[in-house]
């Protein structure tokens, strides 16, 4: 069913349709026409952001995002004698159960201080928010954040040089010179833990913090397949040969770019188990047992340095999606018969 006609009023067609099927066609409908997304946004609510850094509210020790009315920003952009208009610049991000959409808009051109004393909070990198936001927080800021930095990436068609135009909820740019349609693309990445049965195998690069070690990880190239990527990065980077491996999730990951996170399993022959790390791509690499891994779970995820000056091994936090496939791992051994 799609939302046309006598559904126009969203509230009603939400009442017919209160799943999450709903939301979804919902969203679909502001993607795919200009007049109901118009609609939306002057009863929706605004992620703001200032060149990528998201308005945040510090309460305590976490960060919330404060949606604001369509009413404070026209108040806002009035304040600023901006056009209204600028409404027309933000993305879709989402909608609540009540079908009230929410969209993201970056002020970049506007003066920060101004908007920050207005609205009374700070534009703040999202990386360094990002582990302190609650929970719906972080994906939304985190596609929002995405989606806007594709859109200023991409103002240009490739092709012919000449402007694109984005559709109301930013759903895709067009050329309208060649009429090529261009949509939001993430760079898929295959995070693995590999294991020898008994140990599992962590590494580190020299831009990560002293002492934290991570599953593998790299970017499919074209053409690859999950499976030929995960096998060509464990023997890039650490010289070994996946035996077998099998899928667990995955996770939209911001940083530095839109990655999508798949992650999953390998498990190779023990008694071809030995590492040559690839000092291009890796600064250390190693096998950890069940007990060391328990032992880092046990700590807090940041440096701690040892008498030697060496560094604890630590691992990523919990919303990394490299924590879980750690916690899977460790279930797993506990679960096998010894
Ligand atoms: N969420 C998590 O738990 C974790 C997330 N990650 C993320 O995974 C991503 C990949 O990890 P990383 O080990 O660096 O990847 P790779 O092992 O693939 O090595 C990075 C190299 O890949 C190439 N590259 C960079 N961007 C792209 C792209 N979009 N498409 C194809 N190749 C690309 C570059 O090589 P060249 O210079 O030759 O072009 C770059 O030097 C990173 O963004 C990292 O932030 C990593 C670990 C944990
Ligand atoms: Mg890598």
Not at 6 to 16: A, E, M, N, Q
Not at 18 to 38: A, H, N, P, Q
Request: with cysteine; proline share 5%.
């Amino acid at each position: 069913m799609i939302y046309q006609g006598v559904y126009r009023t969203p509230s009603l067609w939400c009442r017919l349709h209160s799943t999450y099927v709903r939301k979804m066609r919902y969203l679909f409908e502001l993607k795919e026409d200009d007049g109901i997304c118009r609609q939306a946004q002057n009863s929706g609510t605004f992620y703001l952001f200032h060149n990528l850094s998201p308005f945040l509210k510090k309460v305590g020790s976490k960060y919330l995002a404060p949606q604001i009315s369509v009413a404070e920003m026209k108040s806002m952009l009035g304040k600023f004698r901006q056009n209204e208009q600028m409404i027309e610049d933000s993305v879709l991000i989402g909608c609540s159960d009540e079908c009230m959409a929410y969209f993201a808009l970056d002020l970049g051109s506007l003066e920060k201080s101004v908007i920050e004393s207005e609205l009374r909070g700070l534009f703040t990198e999202l990386r360094k928010a990002f582990f302190q936001l609650d929970g719906k927080d972080a994906p939304l800021l985190s596609s929002a954040q995405a989606l806007l930095r594709w859109h200023d990436t991409h103002q240009y068609c490739s092709k012919t040089g000449q402007p694109t135009q984005k559709n109301l909820a930013g759903s895709k740019r067009v050329c309208h010179t060649n009429g090529i349609i261009y949509y939001p693309q993430m760079s898929p990445v295959v995070i693995t833990l590999v294991s020898d049965g008994s140990r599992c195998l962590l590494a580190r690069q020299a831009s990560f913090p002293k002492g934290m070690y991570s599953a593998l990880a790299g970017f499919c190239d074209v053409g690859e397949t999950l499976e030929e990527t995960v096998r060509r990065e464990v023997a890039e980077e650490v010289g070994l040969e996946v035996e077998s491996l099998w899928y667990s999730a995955s996770q939209h990951w911001p940083f530095p770019n839109s990655s999508l996170m798949i992650a999953c399993h390998a498990m190779v022959q023990p008694q071809q188990s030995k590492i040559s790390v690839n000092k291009l791509e890796l600064e250390a690499a190693g096998w950890f047992s069940l007990e060391e891994i328990m032992e880092a779970l046990g700590r807090e995820p940041k440096p701690l340095k040892q008498e030697d000056g060496s560094f604890s091994l630590w691992l990523p936090p919990k919303w990394a999606i490299a924590h879980q496939l750690i916690q899977e791992w460790v279930k797993l051994q506990a679960s096998s018969p010894a």
